[in-house]
């Protein structure tokens, strides 16, 4: 996978003041995984001077954070490999586009950039940064924006001739992981000698170069099963894969993002596993509402779904990496099912779970 031609080119990624928060897990997302860019940079000046995978994971990926848009476009040329494309790389509550960053990307544009942003606030929209766009000649892609309804599907019960294990990554949070640890599953899978597509249900999973991807929070809502069927419909037929993993939104019980009903509707997985943050104890964004226990949680997405939930898969947010292992092992003592920090820990674990659904499937 991480050999695959880039997309699209070389990119600088903005994320001013949130690169390893929550708010800024479109970055987390192509630094750690992308094939529509080639990323050079991140831009937070937080973290100037430092690499953003050290940052991220502590592991140095080659991707240097810099102070400001026009370091980053400088630094590209110096090094003779100009960015093309500045993609906005914030993802915060509500999709809106901060007030400090419209300089930047202007900046960018001036500066020749295509930009790709994945906000509910529409650049293309925006008339002072569409009009200098226009007048230098370059792009702006808004990925969140909504395909016009002739060209949307409704369901047609096309799901039912899709053979390959369905697994669906769903969460007990918004932000808490889902895409990466799709992600892992899939690389896990191919890597094992299976053939393993995934279903981007984001606008990061597009920007990672999904080759079936759907903005679940920006369609219409009656076309929402359908085009889920779709994708996954589509990945069945063109490419004949074992396993189609699909990536999941929110989380059943987020009160502003109660995302997963619809993939476990439309998609009808096979098994499910299930993302959670142990430290976390309030909804992401939304002081005053407890999580709701990991118990009660499994328990709806099966009586939801009628299929199991066959793994947890922990983030380790606001822990040391000492304390993972008694983590997971709480969570098998609390739920009787296997649990794991796939990007801390490696996937070899789940996948012994999860090729044994495989092999029931076969």
Known sequence: ????????????????????????????????????????????????????????????KGIPVFASVE??????????????FLVVGLAPDGGRLPAPAREHIRIAIEHGLHVDSGLHDFLSDDLDISTLAQAKGVRIRDVRKTPPRSVLHSFTGN???VEALKIAVLGTD???????????IVK????????????????????????????????????VAGELEHATYQAWVEQQPDVIVIEGQGSLM???????????????PDVVVLQHAPKRLEYDGF????????????EAIELLS???????????????????????????????????????????????????YLREKV
């Open 1 to 60: 996978m991480e050999n695959t031609p880039v997309l699209d080119g070389n990119t600088i990624v903005y994320c001013e003041g949130a690169f390893n928060t929550p708010n800024g897990k479109t970055a987390h997302g192509l630094v750690r995984h992308t094939r529509r860019y080639k990323v050079l940079s991140v831009v937070d000046s937080r973290y100037a001077g430092q690499d953003a995978g050290e940052v991220l994971d502590g592991a140095a």
């Open 71 to 84: 370091q980053a476009i400088k630094a590209s040329r110096d090094a003779g490999a100009p960015a093309s």
């Open 159 to 161: 799901i039912e001739k």
């Open 174 to 184: 918004s932000a808490v992981g889902k895409r990466t640890t799709a992600w892992l």
């Open 188 to 223: 896990a899978f191919q890597k094992a000698g299976y053939k393993a597509e995934m279903i981007g249900t984001g606008q990061t999973a597009w920007m990672q170069g999904a080759r079936y991807c759907l903005i679940l929070d920006s369609l219409i809502n009656d076309f």
């Open 254 to 268: 987020n009160p502003a993002y109660p995302g997963g009903h619809e993939i476990l509707a439309a998609c009808r």
């Open 287 to 298: 002081p005053g509402y407890a999580l709701h226990p990991l118990p009660v949680q499994i």
């Open 306 to 356: 009628g299929k199991p939930v066959v793994a947890i898969t922990v983030n380790h947010e606001e822990m040391t990496p000492e304390e993972v292992p008694a983590a997971c092992l709480e969570i098998t003592r609390t739920t009787g099912l296997p649990a794991s920090d796939v990007l801390l820990q490696g996937a070899d674990s789940l996948m012994e779970t999860l090729a044994g």
